[in-house]
T-cell receptor, first 113, second 113 residues
Framework: DGGITQSPKYLFRKEGQNVTLSCEQN?????MYWYRQDPGQGLRLIYY???????QKGDIAEGYSVSREKKESFPLTVTSAQKNPTAFYLC????????????FGEGSRLTVL | GDSVTQMEGPVTLSEEAFLTINCTYT??????LFWYVQYPGEGLQLLLK?????DKGSNKGFEATYRKETTSFHLEKGSVQVSDSAVYFC????????????FGKGTTLSVSS
C-alpha cells in the first residue's frame, strides 16, 4: 500500500542533542513537508520541498534542518538550537506544491527530557 | 497574507446532534478550501474539499460549501456519532506556485453517547 511512513513514533532526547526524524513516501509525490503541532496552535510549517535537492523554509524553520537527496525521503533534524523542541511532528506529501491535497504520516512525538 | 480562522473548541455534542464548525478565510486570489480530520494519535486525513465558489464538498455525511461572498467554508453534519470525535482543521491553498497549504488552528469535537 502506498503511503507515508514516519519513524520513530516516539522519541526522547536529552537537552543539547540533535535528533533526526525519518519520513519516507512511496506515493511518487514531488512535494514533501514538515509540520509541527502544539496544543492550541494548530499546524505550523517548518520546511517544505518541491523537488529533489531543493527545499524552502516555512514559518518556524529556526533550529531545524532538512535534506532532500531522494524523492522518497525528507528527513528532519531537530538541532540543539531549537529552544522548545517537545512537540508532535507531522510529515506530509503532495503530487505538487499547488494541488493542496496533502497526505500525512502518523506523526512522531518528540519529548526533550 | 492569507489566513484561516476557525471557531475555538472544544465542541461537545451528544450523539445524533447537528454539528457546525465555522471557518472563515482571508485570501487575495481564488483559493481552494479543505477540511482535514485528525483522529487521536494519528496524522491528518483529507475529509473534503472545494475548489471554486459555490462548490459543495461532501464525505462521510459531512458537508461544506465554499461561500465567496462571506469568505466562509463552514463544516456541517446532520447527525454526529461518537466515532466523529476528532480534531478538525480548515485549510486553504492559494493555488500559487511556491506556497504551501495554510491551516487553521483546529477545532476539537467530542461526541458522547
Amino acid at each position: 500500500d502506498g503511503g507515508i511512513t514516519q519513524s520513530p513514533k516516539y522519541l526522547f532526547r536529552k537537552e543539547g542533542q540533535n535528533v533526526t526524524l525519518s519520513c519516507e513516501q512511496n506515493l511518487n509525490h514531488d512535494a514533501m513537508y514538515w509540520y509541527r503541532q502544539d496544543p492550541g496552535q494548530g499546524l505550523r510549517l517548518i520546511y517544505y520541498s518541491q523537488i529533489v535537492n531543493d527545499f524552502q523554509k516555512g514559518d518556524i524553520a529556526e533550529g531545524y534542518s532538512v535534506s532532500r537527496e531522494k524523492k522518497e525521503s525528507f528527513p528532519l533534524t531537530v538541532t540543539s538550537a531549537q529552544k522548545n523542541p517537545t512537540a508532535f511532528y507531522l510529515c506530509a506529501s503532495s503530487i505538487g506544491l499547488v494541488t493542496g491535497e496533502l497526505f500525512f504520516g502518523e506523526g512522531s512525538r518528540l519529548t526533550v527530557l | 497574507g492569507d489566513s484561516v480562522t476557525q471557531m475555538e473548541g472544544p465542541v461537545t455534542l451528544s450523539e445524533e446532534a447537528f454539528l457546525t464548525i465555522n471557518c472563515t478565510y482571508t485570501a487575495t486570489g481564488y483559493p481552494s478550501l479543505f477540511w482535514y480530520v485528525q483522529y487521536p494519535g494519528e496524522g491528518l486525513q483529507l475529509l473534503l474539499k472545494a475548489t471554486k465558489a459555490d462548490d459543495k464538498g461532501s464525505n462521510k455525511g459531512f458537508e461544506a460549501t465554499y461561500r465567496k461572498e462571506t469568505t466562509s467554508f463552514h463544516l456541517e453534519k446532520g447527525s454526529v456519532q461518537v466515532s466523529d470525535s476528532a480534531v478538525y482543521f480548515c485549510a486553504l491553498s492559494d493555488n500559487q506556485a511556491g506556497t504551501a497549504l495554510i491551516f487553521g488552528k483546529g477545532t476539537t469535537l467530542s461526541v458522547s453517547s
